[in-house]
């Protein structure tokens, strides 16, 4: 069976410092993944997704980046967080057969402070 | 554009039925889901219909499409404490990878 990791759960960052977190998948091949931010427990923000080794959509332009180096590995990075990048990140991945059921990691909550 | 739209809550009695609403404004939008978050945890998706279909049931969950009001709902029969979570709504067209989501309704059940 599929399953998808997340890590850290928790982070704690001053603004400034660097941020780098990581998501795998397990069981499938050539998944489409996904990163989102969700701000104050609402609403969800798509801001990357992948539909194969390094190749990587930006849905909206910030203080982030995303990276592909693996096929079932996604990473979320930043050179210098700002407060603003505080919230709930979620990563998910989908089989890319059109259905696209996002399969969710547990998420990392971030505060910047 | 596309969008999605939800209440943002719902406040229900154990026992009684919940039903939460979602409109939508994409006329080719083929597959719709409802996803359920509980706190400090990722999405779970709990089920979904195709746009040719106008009523789904899985156990206690009953979802009814409208496409021509672009309607959708998720009826929970039976609603229990444990059901109390965000529940998301989504939809998507059969050309793209990206799923919209509705801003999350807060079911809140009480005894």
């Known amino acids: 069976s599929q399953t998808i990791h997340q890590w850290p759960a928790t982070l704690v960052q001053p603004v400034g410092s660097p941020l780098s977190l990581e998501c795998t998948v397990e069981?499938?091949?050539?998944?489409?993944l996904y990163w989102y931010r969700q701000a104050a427990g609402r609403g969800l923000q798509l801001l990357f997704y992948?539909?194969?080794?390094?190749?990587i959509s930006s849905e909206v332009p910030q203080n982030l980046s995303a990276s592909r180096p693996q096929d079932r590995q996604f990473i979320l990075s930043s050179k210098k967080l700002l407060l603003s990048d505080s919230g709930f990140y979620l990563c998910a991945w989908a089989l890319g057969t059109g259905y696209e059921k996002l399969f969710f990691g547990s998420g990392t909550q971030l505060s910047v402070l | 554009g596309e969008d999605v739209e939800q209440s943002l809550f719902l406040s229900v009695r154990e026992g009684d039925s919940s039903v939460i609403n979602c409109t939508y404004t994409?006329?080719?939008?083929?597959?719709l889901y409802w996803y359920k978050q509980e706190p400090g945890a990722g999405l779970q998706l709990l089920t979904y219909i195709f746009s040719n279909m106008d009523m789904k049931q899985d156990q206690r969950l009953t979802v009814l499409l409208n496409k021509k009001d672009k309607h959708l709902s998720l009826r929970i029969a039976d609603t229990q404490t444990g059901d109390s979570a965000i529940y998301f709504c989504?939809?998507?067209?059969?050309?793209?990878?990206?799923?919209?989501f509705g801003r999350g309704t807060s079911l809140i059940v009480h005894p």
């Open positions: 989504a939809e998507k067209t059969g050309g793209s990878y990206i799923p919209t």
């Open positions: 994409d006329s080719s939008s083929t597959y």
């Open positions: 992948s539909v194969g080794i390094g190749q």
């Open positions: 069981g499938t091949s050539n998944p489409n």
